[in-house]
């Protein structure tokens, strides 16, 4: 975890992610408030703005564990599904 290209491999997506997530309305958010919205443009910020203290293992579990589902989740925001699927 010490490999600066793993690093900002890891990084990237997540910076991406979380300035999008700030981007996006209060109304959408609310409406949806099972996903962390908080948290995922919080660890953007940290990921920003304390580089240096990074727990790269905490990284590394959110690309392999946490986006996933977030991926599925933020699927249902962007294409609802209809009552009767």
Known sequence: MSDHVV??????????????VH?????LKEANPDIPWFKIAG???RLVHDY??????????????DIPAF??????????RSPEE
Not at 7 to 20: C, F, R, V
Not at 23 to 27: D, R
Not at 71 to 80: G, M, N, S, W
């Open 43 to 45: 660890m953007r910020h």
């Open 71 to 80: 991926l599925q989740d933020i699927e249902h925001v962007v294409l609802p």
């Open 7 to 20: 690093q900002w491999t890891l990084a990237t997506p997540l910076y991406n992610i979380g300035e999008q």
């Open 52 to 65: 240096e203290s990074t727990n790269w293992m905490i990284v590394a579990q959110t690309v392999l564990e």
């Open 23 to 27: 981007h996006l309305s209060s109304e």
